[in-house]
C-alpha cells in the first residue's frame, strides 16, 4: 500500500509514518514533562523546531529545483507539489532542539527519550514501508487504450515508465496534466503512460476531444484494478518505475514542474524539461 485514505484525507505512508512520528514525540515529551513546570517551554521547542525544519526542508527544494519555478512563480508556495528534501528538514530540526537544550540536561534527557522511543516504534513500519514499495513492480492487470485495445504495461520493461493516475472530474489531474504533457515531449527516452480510473471510454474519449493536450499512451482502467494492484488510493498519483520494472519512488497529488524534474532525476538522468 502507497497510500491510505484517513476519512475524506488520503496520505501516502511517508507521510502517514512523518506524521505519526511527530505526533509521538510530541506526546512522549508531554507526558514526561506533565509535572515540570517548564513544560510549556519544552513543547514550545518542539513547535519550533517542527517550523523551522518544515521551512528549511522547503527552501532546500526551491534552491535544488530553482529552474523549474521560472515559468510560474505561484508554486513556490504551493506545497502541495510535494516539493520538500526530509533529509534537510530533520537535520535542521534535530539542531534546533540540540541547540535550545545545550545547557540544561533535563531537556537533553527528555529529547533523548521520546526520540528514542520513536524511533523505535517506527522503525519496523518504515522498513516495511520500504520493502513493499521495492517489491512493486509494473502492474500486470489488463488495460485498454482509447481504441479499445488491451494492453499490457509489463511491456514497457526495459525503459523508465511514469504511470498517471488521473480522472476527469479531478480538477488537480487536470492542472497538473499540461506539465505532464510538456514531460512527455520532450523526454522520449520515457515512457509516459495516463491511466483514467472508474470512468467510461466514452468518457474519457470526451474528455481528451475536449481538450488541447496532446497525450500519448491513454489507457482505460474502469474498475481501478491497476490503481489497487500498485496500491494507489487517491487521485492523482504518479509512480516513478526504473529500466528493471522496480517502483522508485511515488507521489500523491499534483505535481508542479519542478517536483517532476526532481522525481524524474531519481529514475533516469534525463533531459531537463524544457517549456511546453
Not at 508554486?75 to 530533520?90: A, E, K, M, R, Y
Amino acid at each position: 500500500m502507497l497510500s491510505i485514505a484517513v476519512g475524506p484525507i488520503v496520505l501516502s505512508i511517508s507521510q502517514l509514518i512523518t506524521l505519526v512520528g511527530l505526533f509521538m514525540f510530541w506526546g512522549i515529551t508531554y507526558l514526561q514533562t506533565r509535572n515540570n513546570a517548564q513544560q510549556k517551554q519544552f513543547l514550545d521547542y518542539i513547535f519550533t523546531a517542527i517550523i523551522i525544519g518544515f521551512l528549511t526542508a522547503r527552501l532546500t527544494f526551491i534552491i535544488a529545483m530553482w529552474q523549474g519555478y521560472q515559468e510560474n512563480w505561484w508554486q513556490l508556495v504551493n506545497i502541495s507539489d510535494g516539493g520538500f528534501i526530509p533529509s534537510t528538514g530533520w537535520g535542521v530540526g534535530a539542531l534546533v532542539l540540540m541547540f535550545y537544550a545545550r545547557r540544561n540536561k533535563l531537556f537533553i534527557k527528555a529529547y533523548f527519550t521520546s526520540a528514542l522511543i520513536t524511533f523505535c516504534c517506527l522503525i519496523i513500519p518504515t522498513f516495511f514501508a520500504v520493502i513493499y514499495q521495492a517489491a512493486v513492480e509494473l502492474p500486470s492487470s489488463p488495460l485498454r487504450n482509447i481504441e479499445g485495445h488491451e494492453v499490457d504495461l509489463r511491456r514497457y520493461k526495459g525503459t523508465p515508465v511514469v504511470i498517471n493516475f488521473w480522472a476527469s472530474w479531478c480538477p488537480p489531474c487536470r492542472r497538473e496534466m499540461p506539465v505532464l504533457e510538456a514531460a512527455q515531449k520532450h523526454n522520449p527516452e520515457l515512457v509516459f503512460v495516463f491511466i483514467n480510473q472508474g470512468e467510461s471510454l466514452l468518457s474519457v474519449k470526451d474528455f481528451i476531444d475536449s481538450t488541447a493536450l496532446d497525450l500519448k499512451n491513454v489507457f482505460i482502467d474502469p474498475t481501478s484494478n491497476v490503481s489497487r494492484e500498485t496500491g494507489a488510493a487517491g487521485l492523482p498519483t504518479t509512480l516513478f518505475y526504473n529500466e528493471k520494472g522496480q517502483l522508485v519512488t511515488s507521489h500523491m497529488g499534483e505535481l508542479s514542474q519542478a517536483s517532476l524534474r526532481y522525481y524524474l532525476n531519481q529514475i533516469n538522468s534525463v533531459v531537463p524539461l524544457k517549456k511546453g
